[in-house]
């Protein structure tokens, strides 16, 4: 009999670990608490408790190309960067394309997940759920926790005296819907991540002044990359990680904030980084500079003070008759139908091995999917801890003794203090290929690319020179597609499609003795470096 799981959520991560689930021959039961797929990605006009929210406007970071599932390329007509209306859409064709709604149990909410008492033998969990006021508990041999972190609003008004007396409006960014409402008013727009600079440019086409509040400052990077193309099939390619990881710390730093500051000078505008030293993820804002610029947008320090009507900031000016504060001061998350004997949230972090399992658990039954902040999509980053907790539940991939994950989990907590700091809001960060590597490698589908080299040397270029998309991970071991190599070849195609809606003359040619001429040249570079390497 087929091992049954139990899958809580049905986001990104849900629904793709319950395909995992079915592709390894295992009998998932998803718990879904609202009455519809998509998580974090499904607008709803007023916030819902217990589950993430959205405010209409919310487009990705990622690419469609990067942020795509693996065996399944997003339509080549829809645009580089989604609506969440577009995303959703996407979800749901993955959805029906798998057959995966069958296995959802819709209005359910997951109460409690209990070990058996004899789980240090079988590894089985008591799973209770409420639907309609009835409880129902059902056994389970493995379950994954699917729940994201973008539920629990964190909001420090400690860190905020005289807050209690403000006259004016103030809440989280998570109660953030639309502009409609906000005319006219005077809005102090508390972060500097996605989501305040986001709301800060939306709402100062509305509002007579919109002021930016940060403590520590952050890059900002457009969508729009070099010649044009999505910033991260760009960056997140496996040559450029090669030469970032070689480079020293120093020259790494000094190299990154040269390129930050190609777009616009940070320090001109207010936001460069306290720490520059820091890796942290940048924002992705295509218009704040140009609001900035205009004066719509006003950067400030971070607030001392409040008073009745105004804020006082940490240098001294005041901002009079403020109507409106929004904090945009990131989440919280917890496991509240979990004991803390299987996982304890201390300080925003979770001790789990490679960001998946509990590791001090008698038996690796239990797995926790997409709790992480990659410097990439989070999409193919899940879905690749899902095939690889589905392959450890059947016992086809082991994890190491628990001493042995214990020390990797904190050598990882020392890596990821020297590169994101020590911030509460960077306790999810981890580089992005690396640890799709090391995801990959436990599920059999890390690429080989210098056997392609031989094989293949035109897919192998296109795999290392190339963005690092979620394809390459399709090419060989378990789960291998059959697709992956053509979906590889032809995401320039998928890429231009959408934006190149004027016909002109092409100049192709020219283009590909371009790229042939550079392909060549870093082949030569990573020949030199590959000999290095084995000389010495």
């Known amino acids: 009999m087929a091992k049954r ?14 395909k995992c689930c079915l592709d390894e021959g295992l009998q998932p039961t998803c718990f879904e608490r609202s009455d519809n797929i998509g998580g974090l990605w ?9 589950r993430a929210s959205i405010y209409r406007s919310v487009i990705t970071n990622s690419s469609k190309e990067m942020s795509c599932f693996s065996d399944f390329p997003m339509p080549e007509h829809f645009p580089n960067f989604l609506h969440n209306t577009r995303f959703l859409e996407y979800l749901k064709l993955y959805a029906k394309h798998f057959d995966l709604l069958k296995y959802i149990q819709f209005k359910t909410t997951v109460i409690s997940v209990r070990k058996c008492q004899d789980f240090s033998t079988t590894g089985q969990w008591i799973v209770i759920t409420e639907s309609n006021g009835k409880q129902v508990s059902a056994t389970f041999d493995a379950v994954m926790v699917c729940i994201g972190h973008h539920i629990e609003s964190y909001v420090p008004l400690q860190s905020f005296p005289g807050i209690e007396k403000f006259k004016g409006q103030y809440f989280h960014s998570r109660q953030y819907k639309t502009p409609e409402g906000f005319e006219g008013k005077t809005i102090l727009v508390v972060g500097m991540g996605n989501s305040a600079s986001d709301i800060a440019v939306e709402l100062c086409q509305r509002a007579t002044q919109v002021y930016l509040s940060t403590r520590g400052g952050s890059w900002v990077m457009s969508r729009v990359y070099d010649n044009g193309y999505p910033w991260d099939t760009v960056i997140h390619t496996r040559f450029s990680n090669l030469i970032r990881s070689s480079l020293p710390w ?88 979990l004991e803390e004997s299987v996982i304890k949230v201390e300080n925003n972090q979770a001790p789990l091995y490679k960001h998946v399992f509990p590791p001090q658990l008698e038996k690796p039954t239990l797995a926790v999917i997409g709790l992480i902040q990659p410097l990439g999509p989070i999409m193919p980053t899940a879905e690749l801890q899902a095939r690889w907790a589905t392959r450890v539940f059947k016992g086809l991939s082991v994890l190491p003794s628990e ?22 809001s960077q306790t999810l960060q981890t580089d992005h290929i690396e640890y799709l590597d090391e995801l990959a490698e436990g599920s059999g589908a890390k690429p080989k690319i210098f056997s392609l080299l031989l094989t293949d040397p035109r897919l192998a270029l296109l795999i290392f020179f190339g963005p690092c998309s979620p394809f390459q991970f399709r090419l060989t071991g378990p789960g291998r597609w059959d697709g992956a190599r053509n979906a590889i070849l032809t995401r320039k195609e998928r890429i231009i499609k959408p934006t190149k809606t004027r016909v002109v003359r092409s100049s192709s040619n020219h283009s590909s003795v371009s790229y042939l001429l550079m392909m060549l040249g870093l082949l030569a570079i990573l020949s030199a470096v590959f000999f290095g390497f084995q000389q010495s």
């Open 42 to 50: 499904r607008f709803t006009e007023k916030v819902e408790e217990g």
């Open 250 to 337: 120093t020259l790494l730093k000094w190299v990154t904030e040269k390129k930050m500051n190609e777009w616009f000078d940070h320090e001109n505008y207010g936001l460069v980084p306290q720490n520059r030293a820091l890796m942290k993820e940048p924002v992705f804002n295509d218009d704040l500079p140009s609001r900035i610029l205009c004066g719509s947008v006003v950067v400030k320090p971070i607030v001392k003070e409040f008073t009745e009507t105004s804020a006082i900031f940490e240098d001294g000016t005041v901002m009079e008759n403020v109507d409106v504060v929004i904090f945009a001061t990131g989440y919280s998350f917890s496991f509240p139908f």
């Open 5 to 18: 799981v139990a899958v809580i959520g049905s986001g990104v991560s849900g629904l793709t670990s319950i």
């Open 403 to 424: 001493n042995t994950m214990m020390t990797d989990t904190l050598k990882r907590r020392e890596k990821r203090i020297q590169w994101f700091g020590t911030s509460r």
